[in-house]
């Protein structure tokens, strides 16, 4: 049983880990120190819970303890209850819907593992923004793609802002950084699997003509926001890849590339 505990201001030095929740670069290196992740939201906390994932303590306005209380009441982890005034205080900004909550960061996962055990992986180098970031992940989860592999120079998938813009998919879609970028396409054609580069190469194949072999291993490819993919992954890239569009556009946000990419090979 949660241990509920009413907290009158938000300089009391057991809600640190909620404070300054807008500021990236020291939430970036305090959870990562801490081995914690933050979730925001009623729906974000129970997904997190339903996922299995491990809280530490939650953080709730008075009117929505009534509300998440019988969902969390059973935790082990204490929970805060702050007036809202003092929580966006704390934290930085209005936070939705009243709720935070601090949980452990699961054991990475490693790219290998996911290579052996899946057949559809989008792969992300260099993505620096937490909201494409989340928009993948929700995608990947609603169009049924396996897992994803992340540069080391990708975003946390793990930073609040990308968990809220998932919708939680951050907590189905498994995925892991790859250590040795340099030397994952080869990885991916070892292990049987058709790499699709997304780039505007000349001789990029439009997706709706593309043909794949039936029951194939495929990895979807995409660089990131401002330059795309690197020289190096085109060229390593079994096929290179494009989504045909009306004259003067040459290209979209690298969410809706993705999501459009996701959709169009649904069925390889």
């Known amino acids: ?27 970036k290196s305090l959870e990562s120190e801490h081995g914690l992740f933050m979730a925001e939201g009623h729906k974000i906390i129970l997904r997190a819970l339903e996922a299995g994932l491990v809280p530490r303590s939650f953080l709730v306005s008075p009117r929505w303890l009534e509300d998440l209380g019988p969902h969390i009441e ?19 900004f209005h936070v939705h819907r009243g709720a935070l909550a601090a949980f452990e960061r699961p054991t990475p996962l490693a790219s290998a593992e996911l290579l052996s055990h899946h057949r559809r992986i989008l792969v992300l180098e260099d993505l620096a923004d937490h909201t494409n970031i989340g928009a993948i992940f929700r995608t990947a989860a609603a169009l049924g793609w ?12 793990w930073y609040r802002r990308a968990i809220k813009v998932s919708m939680g998919a951050v907590f189905s879609v498994p995925f892991a950084y790859v250590d040795d970028w340099y030397r994952l396409p080869a990885e991916l054609k070892a292990a049987g ?26 990895a979807l ?34 969410a809706a590339s993705v999501a459009i990419a ?3 090979l649904r069925h390889s």
């Open 74 to 92: 059973d935790s082990s982890a204490e929970i805060f209850v702050l007036s809202e005034a003092e929580i966006e205080t704390l934290t930085g």
């Open 1 to 27: 049983m949660s241990l509920v505990t009413k907290v009158s201001s938000a300089d009391d030095p057991r809600l640190s880990v909620y404070a300054d929740l807008r500021d990236m670069q020291l939430r």
């Open 262 to 264: 996701c959709w169009q």
């Open 146 to 157: 396996d897992a994803i592999l992340l540069s080391p120079r990708c975003a946390d998938p």
């Open 193 to 218: 699997f058709q790499s699709l580069a997304m780039t505007l190469a000349p001789d990029s194949v439009d997706l709706d003509s593309l043909e794949l072999p039936a029951e194939n291993k495929v």
């Open 221 to 254: 490819i995409v660089g990131s926001e401002g330059h795309g993919l690197t020289a190096h992954w085109q060229a390593g890239a079994t096929a290179r890849v494009t989504i045909p569009m009306r004259e003067g556009i040459d290209s979209l946000n690298v």
